[in-house]
């Protein structure tokens, strides 16, 4: 884990160093730098949009969640059932009964797996979409108003004073662009 980190902070830092060698110079001999960045994790859950996913996903998982527990109640039910009956019904009966009991466990275990699953893809999708669109913002932003670099908060920024995060900037020009 340690190594990890400090294989990271080195990227970072050397990355760091390659950018900047590669920024033009001022007259003055100074770099001639305009920086901000982004905390693309708030803009997508601040904005309209982000917060209008998370409501529909939420409400396709509370939806999944109440299937997920009928069905946990029928089984249970069904259990409870083959306990009762097992010592009157035949060998033959109380067999075809535990199997019917797996087949519907497999079938409700394969439902809440699939389920989890599609509720994951869905969530990505969105947020990739939402993200693709925040992204486009900044990239405008950062061409209207002339910076040289806009770093995302989240891929390694260690230290930045607020008085060059664009975040709250780029979650109005987005939800002012979704409105039009």
Known sequence: MGRFVKSR????????IFVFSLLPLSAGGEPNLKLGYVNLQK????????KSAADKLKEDRDSVLVEIKEKEEELKLMQEQLSKQASVLT???????REEFRKKMKDYERFRTDSVQEWERRKKELEEKILIELVKVVQGLGEEKGFSIIFAREQG?????????????IIER??????Q
């Not at 920024?157 to 900037?169: C, M, Q």
């Not at 987005?174 to 409105?179: L, P, T």
């Open 9 to 16: 902070c080195l990227a970072l830092v050397l990355g760091t």
């Open 43 to 50: 803009a997508l859950s601040l904005s309209i949009a982000g």
């Open 91 to 97: 060998e033959d009966a109380l067999k075809e009964k």
């Open 157 to 169: 920024i260690l230290y930045a004073s607020d008085s060059v995060d664009l975040t709250d900037e």
């Open 174 to 179: 987005y939800d002012a662009k979704q409105q």
